[in-house]
């Protein structure tokens, strides 16, 4: 795969996996040339599907991957800030990159998922006031990885209060792992990007409004005098490829999608349709990542063929 474009698997665990599924999934990808392993952040299934064996937290999966892979980025798509206050969440992130060698990326947003929440004695304050936490974790986590060794940091905000933090331990990664931010929100989204993003990422949208989202950003980052240039653009899209019309359906159906359906709205069909659909994504939108959904975690043929037939011709 080139430097200038790269393809990221992305999982979404809550749906029913154990570690070891993961565990294999990351070997394999990091075995076939792929450039991350992410996954998503969720304690309940969504859908049709059980979910057993149950939930995987995601940090503790990626403590486990960083010393089980020795190349692969490990992060998050996105890691909800309901989830963990901000100090203890900086203090494993730091530990996981330190763990890794310095291979993580930091997804986070601000939550979503009602259900999980109730499910898990999690709270769930209004969008309102969720957002407004997310900023303030933005601020602190990214805070307390800049702070010089030797200084201490504090926070007066809103919702959180830190005082006279030591602000250890420190990420390998100077200075801090890359912050990844996404959604749709027209204002508050972009406007945060701005602040803290290192990359914006669009998950499961069309392209146009993938680029109208995109260029929201760069208006951001124009208004407070940043360079767009500076976060990196990615998206994220379902994968369902085949060698033929009859793995194409085989592979739909075990994602419990329709062939027609995740050809439009996915990264779906014959490598040569993957290749032209990359293509049209990053002639429209600028991305030069994308994160390919893989919910059927036991077919490893699938990222073969990717790897293959797809990756080769980027």
């Known amino acids: 795969m080139t430097e200038n474009f790269t393809l990221r698997i992305f999982t979404e665990p809550q749906q029913g996996a154990t570690y070891d599924d993961l565990l294999r999934v990351a070997k394999h990808a990091e075995a076939t040339g792929f450039d991350a392993f992410f996954r998503s952040d969720h304690y309940l299934k969504m859908g049709e599907v059980t979910g057993e064996p149950g939930p995987t937290?995601?940090?503790?999966?990626?403590?486990?991957?960083?010393r089980e892979t020795t190349r692969l980025r490990l992060g998050t798509l996105m890691t909800a800030a309901t989830f963990r206050l901000p100090g203890p969440l900086a203090i494993a992130v730091a530990q996981v990159d330190q763990m890794s060698g310095g291979r993580v990326e930091f997804g986070i947003g601000s939550g979503w998922y009602q259900e999980e929440h109730t499910a898990y004695g999690i709270p769930f304050p209004s969008l309102g006031e969720r957002f407004d936490r997310y900023a303030e974790q933005l601020e602190i986590i990214t805070g307390l990885w800049a702070t010089p060794p030797g200084e201490?940091?504090?926070?007066?905000?809103?919702?959180?209060?830190l005082s006279e933090s030591p602000a250890l331990p420190k990420p390998v990664q100077q200075p801090r792992p890359p912050v990844l931010i996404g959604g749709m929100g027209k204002k508050r989204t972009p406007a945060l990007a701005a602040r803290f993003a290192d990359e914006f990422n669009l998950p499961f949208v069309d392209v146009d409004t993938a680029a109208a989202q995109f260029e929201r950003v760069d208006a951001a980052c124009e208004a407070i005098g940043r360079d767009p240039g500076e976060i990196v653009r990615s998206a994220a899209l379902v994968l369902c490829v085949g060698r033929d019309e009859k793995e194409i359906a085989r592979r739909a159906e075990a994602i419990g999608r329709e062939v027609d359906e995740v050809r439009l709205n996915g990264l779906a069909g014959s490598p040569a349709e993957a290749v032209d659909k990359i293509g049209t994504w990053r002639e429209r939108t600028g991305i030069s990542r994308l994160y390919l959904q893989v919910l059927d975690l036991s077919d490893l043929d699938h990222l073969d063929l990717v790897a293959d037939e797809v990756a080769r011709q980027l």
């Open 57 to 66: 937290d995601a940090w503790v999966t990626l403590a486990g991957l960083a």
């Open 152 to 161: 201490t940091f504090r926070f007066d905000g809103e919702h959180y209060q």
